[in-house]
Antibody, heavy 121, light 107 residues
């Protein structure tokens, strides 16, 4: 059974940093592109970033480039999202998502339960 | 960026009714279109991939179709458990973009 379990969220002051983790199990983690998707309170879904199977290639939405860093540790079956210079507009539930295949252009077939990040002073 | 225009924003229908939700892509995305259901307080769940293929375990009353750059999700014989918000996603090119969502409630 595929499982994705996020952690690391919480209440953070503007300008501070946070690192989210997503522990994966139930599939051969290193064979799949992974992604982060977020959802602000009462809002829709927004793709944030994706990372290639080996971790060498990454994609980001423009609004987070330079502040967010997606990474992965295939030995630990874990996905990360480093968030720096947090802004109030980063307040959201962050979901880890597994991409169906080894390429960027596959759909998201499994999602984690989400982790809440609240940016407030 | 590719825009996904989803309609309607909300929908109220009766049990056993047929409902249709549409997403219009701003450019050709082929079949790189998937549909997700999100129930209150839960993470999204895959319903349809590749525009028309039913995901594993999803009831056959759900179906997807494509006409050019317009994509539709159809739910036959609406059930109580179909309540939720439905999103389309284009994964043809980054930034990958979701539709704005359709909130479905049962009368």
């Amino acid at each position: 059974e595929v499982q994705l379990v996020e952690s690391g969220g919480g209440l953070v002051q503007p300008g501070r940093s946070l690192k989210l983790s997503c522990a994966a199990s139930g599939f051969t983690y290193s064979n799949y592109v992974m992604a982060w998707v977020r959802q602000a309170p009462t809002k829709g879904l927004e793709w944030v970033a994706s990372i290639s199977t080996g971790g060498g290639n990454t994609y980001y939405r423009d609004s987070v480039k330079g502040r967010f860093t997606i990474s992965r540790d295939n030995a630990k079956n874990t996905l990360y999202l480093q968030i720096d210079s947090l802004r109030s507009e980063d307040t959201a539930t962050y979901y880890c998502a597994k991409v169906k295949g080894p390429n960027w252009d596959y759909y998201f077939d499994y999602w984690g339960q989400g982790v809440m990040v609240t940016v407030s002073s | 960026d590719i825009q996904m225009t989803q309609s309607p924003a909300s929908l109220s229908a009766s049990l056993e009714e047929i409902v249709t939700i549409t997403c219009q892509a701003s450019q050709d995305i082929g079949n790189y279109l998937s549909w997700y259901q999100q129930k209150p307080g839960k993470s999204p769940q895959l319903l349809i991939h590749s525009a028309t293929s039913l995901a594993d375990g999803v009831p056959s009353r759900f179906s997807g179709s494509r006409s050019g750059t317009q994509y539709s999700l159809k739910i036959n014989r609406l059930q109580v458990e179909d309540t939720g918000i439905y999103y389309c996603l284009q994964h043809y090119s980054a930034p990958f973009t979701f539709g704005s969502g359709t909130k479905l409630e049962i009368k």
